[in-house]
């Protein structure tokens, strides 16, 4: 089926490890973005893409990397985790700057605990 | 500067009576709102959105909103809740940015449970 694919779904990590979350789409979408969900706080943007080596940070980019080589993949890396990382990530992908007609399509996420 | 705020963090409904969640939004222009629902681990999915097309928007399963500029409100509203309408859902302001990405503000979600 088209849509996002993240893996892996969940992951423990010890503090000072690094990782790197990937996120792929089949959907020939421009713009791409990864957000972090926390309890009460909604979704947070951690960097976007808007094309094929183009990236940019987003509201909480401080920790995290990412590269776009690709159209179709767009990972996530954490360069050392810290247990404020501890998080659902959420990658997502859309036809235009706005999410287009059909909004920003999501992958299931990820679930990371930093220990 | 934007925000949203979902009035309720939890709305709990019978099966078969009305659901409305409530959104409040501030913006400095004029925005694209979306409502998206959360089902238990999974990703979020788009219900509705406004884009000054019409005030009223009709979305997936039932669910509609309408845009009350004069209110800076977009609620979300069914007529009869269903079990499988438990979930989260947030409210969501889109505006035009100087960047090249529309700056995209999530509400802190209100989680919805119906009882049977």
């Known amino acids: 089926n088209a849509g996002v694919t993240q893996t892996p779904k969940f992951q423990v990590l010890k503090t000072g490890q690094s990782m790197t979350l990937q996120c792929a789409q089949d959907?020939?979408?421009?713009?791409m973005s990864w957000y972090r969900q926390d309890p009460g706080m909604g979704l947070r943007l951690i960097h976007y893409?808007?094309?094929?080596?183009?990236?940019d940070q987003g509201e909480v980019p401080n920790g995290y990397n990412v590269s776009r080589s690709t159209t179709e993949d767009f990972p996530l890396r954490l360069l050392s985790a810290a247990p404020s990382q501890t998080s659902v990530y959420f990658c997502?992908?859309?036809?235009?700057?706005?999410?287009?007609?059909?909004?920003?399509?999501f992958g299931s996420g990820t679930r990371l605990t930093v220990v | 500067a934007q925000s949203v705020t979902q009035l309720d963090s939890h709305v709990s409904v019978s099966e078969g009576t009305p659901v409305l969640l409530r959104c409040n939004y501030s913006?400095?222009?004029?925005?694209?709102l979306f409502w998206y629902v959360q089902h238990p681990n999974k990703g979020l999915q788009l219900l509705l959105k406004?884009?000054?097309?019409?005030?009223l928007v009709k979305g997936i399963n039932g669910f509609e909103a309408e845009f009350k500029k004069s209110e800076t409100s977009f609620h979300l509203t069914k007529p009869s809740a269903h079990m499988s309408d438990a979930a989260e859902y947030f409210c969501?302001?889109?505006?035009?940015?100087?960047?090249?990405?529309?700056?995209?503000?999530f509400g802190p979600g209100t989680s919805l449970s119906v009882i049977p």
């Open positions: 997502a992908s859309s036809q235009s700057r706005d999410g287009g007609f059909f909004g920003y399509t």
């Open positions: 959907m020939n979408h421009e713009y």
């Open positions: 406004y884009t000054s097309a019409a005030t």
């Open positions: 913006s400095s222009y004029s925005p694209s």
């Open positions: 893409s808007v094309g094929a080596g183009i990236t």
């Open positions: 969501v302001v889109s505006e035009m940015a100087e960047t090249s990405y529309d700056k995209v503000i």
